[in-house]
């Protein structure tokens, strides 16, 4: 059973005893045994390790963590220190330095985010190397979702960031009319120049966040 040691674990525990989950968890238990899968086995659960969910007050929603050697780290988007950033971090990173908004030191591993109450969360949590979306449909999703909904649900004000059409597939699951919900396209070079580049996303929300009392982000 997976111990988060956080206020996720009551979640953690009525999840991982429902059928859907025990076979993700025999598929992944032959999936790590056999084949290389990324992240490492210990980091699937990093994004709900550094943010706990009375401390999340932002929810970034990626769809498959990257699946190439070295880069998957359990939160989305984020890459380890010293890895080449892959061109949808590149064009987020751009687009935080094209606003006003407080920024700090950039890295690629944006644990930095995460300790400050944003949650980095792909729907799906692993996946096979070179093989996009090869975990999709697995059951993730059904796990992801059931932490978007209580998210959606907790009415202490929260900002959603949902980016492309599967992210933005997932506003239907955020119930509180509290929180603020960002839409755009996805930051990738497909799409970025259609609406992702100056989409002001990162402002916005340190704006919502001042207005309802809560600190702002150092991105």
């Not at 890895?83 to 944006?110: K, M």
């Not at 300790?115 to 190397?129: C, F, I, K």
Request: proline share 5%; aromatic share 12%; net charge neutral.
């Amino acid at each position: 059973m997976i111990n988060v040691n956080n206020d996720w674990q009551p979640l953690f525990d009525e999840e991982q005893v429902k059928p859907y989950y025990l076979a993700l968890r025999q598929f992944l238990i032959g999936e790590y045994r056999s084949k290389t899968i990324y992240p490492p086995m210990h980091e699937i659960f990093t994004a709900f390790k550094l943010c706990p969910f009375a401390e999340t007050k932002v929810i970034i929603v990626g769809q498959d963590p990257y699946h190439e050697e070295g880069q998957a780290m359990g939160l989305s988007f984020s890459v380890r220190e010293g890895t080449d950033e892959p061109p949808s971090l590149r064009n987020i990173r751009e687009e935080i330095r094209s606003e006003d908004v407080e920024q700090g030191d950039w890295s690629s591993d944006l644990s930095r985010w995460a300790r400050q109450g944003v949650l980095l969360l792909n729907s799906t949590l692993t996946v096979q190397a070179h093989r996009a979306a090869s975990h999709a449909g697995k059951g993730w999703e059904e796990f992801t979702n059931r932490a978007i909904i209580e998210l959606g649900r907790d009415e202490r004000p929260k900002v959603f960031m949902l980016w492309g059409s599967y992210a933005r597939s997932k506003k239907t699951l955020i119930e509180s009319r509290n929180h603020l919900i960002l839409e755009t396209v996805h930051p990738s070079p497909l799409s970025a120049y259609r609406g992702f580049f100056g989409c002001g996303h990162f402002k916005k929300c340190n704006d919502f966040l001042e207005s309802t009392g809560q600190k702002r982000i150092i991105w």
